[in-house]
């Protein structure tokens, strides 16, 4: 527990330091281009993660898993995984900027400049870094793109505030980042896997890659671009706000996964099965918690925040913040028992659990955005995530095991919905929340210094 605490530690201050500097760059655009324009770069956004997606094809997680049993064969797993990562993105590309140069031509810059984002993002090495447990050297090439990020709007896009100069920005991020683990990686000489290779291996990972294509739609990246189809550029823009904050929240969870995924690995390879168990389950309650904290400040402070960061306009968007951050109690725990399936090679399961996500986040979104705009969006996040972490704990075994834990946390996420609809409830219902929540957050830490004064 304390070597899975402090690599959370590490990812998420590198990531503190990537987020900050990126609410910073989007303060800077939401006040320096219209409203239009501020939406045009979240879809530009968008479209980069969801072709990063796409594109992934599960390669990420089945390279860190494969580092952490097999580290000496480093050098072969990170050949295969850039090969098949870019190779896919290729084809891709070739096919959306050929097809916006005859159809869209209006359209080619923002496609283009989505499509070298995401090839920025593609050939990262962060999680060989993460295999390899060497979470600071993630963390610090994390925030090296925030912060180049940060640079870029603060020179490039004061001087000229246009959308297009804005992407070029989180283009040249993006790659700064990716540079960045190669060179803490050091891989060696990357050997080419051969046709053979590639098959068997996205055989084996493909499930892992749908999950994540069908987890991305739940984090609301789609919802951004359905918002502009359906509503406006300016409702897209209303609704990157609070989806910032709560993504931003929300990494604590996945890193949460990610420090988890090489001890669990091992220790299924090694046969240490209860330990492995026990491991994932004493995680869960300060995973929980956190969860709970971050729940009770949006309701106290989320109106606050979004209307002082990202100005006036923003002013009403606090109950998107709440019921976003509702999914954050269940989803905080769910996440890291779905990634301990993948350390047991039960991809097909993850798989469904993501499949459930997903299948709920979609239909709800064509259902709620037409009706109820950013509102439906969030509910469909919302309900998608949490479906997709009961199915994940359901189908690790962990559901059972947990049940007062979930239980007690269902009820009080519950709160979330009369804190979202009045004003007047959000703080003290926020403030309970919070107590609870740090509670237990503190709780393992509590004992855990317990026991040793008493073993000293």
């Given at each position: ?193 051969s046709r053979e290779t590639i098959k068997r ?113 923003f002013t009403g968007t606090g109950p998107l ?136």
């Open positions: 527990m304390r070597q899975a605490g402090r690599s959370i530690s590490r990812l998420a201050a590198g990531e503190a330091v990537n987020k900050l500097a990126r609410f910073a760059a989007a303060v800077i655009l939401a006040r320096t281009l219209s409203l239009s324009d501020f939406g045009v770069v979240n879809v530009g956004i968008a479209i980069a993660g969801i072709l990063l997606t796409l594109t992934a094809l599960g390669m990420p997680e089945y390279g860190a898993r494969q580092v952490a049993v097999q580290p000496r064969e480093a050098e072969r797993i990170a050949g295969t995984v850039l090969s098949v990562r870019v190779g896919a993105l290729s084809v891709i590309a070739v096919l959306m900027v050929g097809g916006a140069a005859i159809l869209l031509p209006e359209q080619l810059m923002l496609i283009s400049l989505s499509v070298a984002m995401a090839l920025g993002l593609s050939t990262s090495a962060d999680w060989l870094l993460r295999g390899r447990e060497q979470m600071a050297d993630a963390a610090g090439a994390t925030a090296l793109g925030g912060i180049a990020v940060l640079a870029g709007c603060c020179s490039l896009v004061l001087l000229l505030p246009t959308a297009t100069a804005a992407l070029v920005v989180f283009v040249l991020g993006e790659a700064s980042a990716a540079a960045a683990t190669w060179w803490r990686a050091k891989p060696g000489r990357i050997e080419l896997p291996v996205v055989r084996a990972s493909w499930p892992l890659g749908a999950s994540g294509v069908i987890i991305y739609a739940s984090y609301a990246n789609l919802d951004s671009i359905l918002l502009a189809i359906v509503r406006s550029d300016a409702d897209a823009g209303l609704y990157s706000a609070p989806y910032r904050l709560f993504l931003a929240a929300n990494a604590v969870t996945v890193f949460a996964a990610y420090s988890l995924l090489p001890m669990l690995s091992r220790s299924y390879h090694e046969g240490r099965l209860a330990e492995k168990r026990n491991l994932l389950l004493r995680a869960f309650t300060p995973l929980a918690g956190y969860g709970l904290m971050v729940l009770g400040a949006a309701e106290i402070l989320g109106e606050t925040v979004l209307s002082g960061l990202f100005g006036a306009d913040l709440i019921l976003l951050c509702m999914s954050l109690p269940l989803y905080s725990i769910g996440y890291p028992a779905g990634y301990n399936l993948i350390s047991e090679q039960r991809n097909m399961r993850f798989f469904i659990g993501g499949a459930v996500a997903g299948g709920l986040n979609l239909a709800l979104m064509g259902v709620l955005i037409p009706l109820y705009g950013t509102y439906g969006a969030a509910i469909a996040t919302t309900v998608g995530l949490v479906g997709g972490a009961v199915a994940w704990l359901a189908l690790s075994g962990s559901l059972r095991a947990s049940a007062p834990l979930f239980v007690g946390i269902a009820l009080a996420t519950l709160f979330g919905i009369p804190a979202a609809s009045d004003s007047g409830l959000a703080v003290p219902i926020g403030a309970a929340t919070l107590l609870c929540g740090a509670v237990m957050f503190l709780t393992p830490a509590v004992r855990a210094r317990a026991r040793s004064r008493n073993t000293g």
